[in-house]
């Protein structure tokens, strides 16, 4: 007989980065690590994956390094680049 086995798939974490205030940084949900947009050392978050529509980024999935947490990010302010050229 064939033993079923489950994999639990972690649902990642979700942040609306519109509303947080300041540079950017958020405690990781699970551990309370910091993560900042500034670090990119990689040794605090590693980037996973991303998504983007029209060039713009909606999405982006980083990891903590510490608890390896899954934070899906959203809520990136669309870019005005060009903007004060037309």
Known sequence: MMKKTITKKSVPYTIDL??????????CPKCGTVISPEDETE????????????????????VCEKCKSSIKLTGFQPTIEGLASE
């Open 18 to 27: 519109s509303k947080i205030d300041g540079d950017g940084s958020f405690p």
């Open 43 to 62: 040794e605090v978050y590693k980037i996973v994956d991303t998504k983007v529509i029209n060039d713009e980024l909606v999405e982006l999935v980083v």
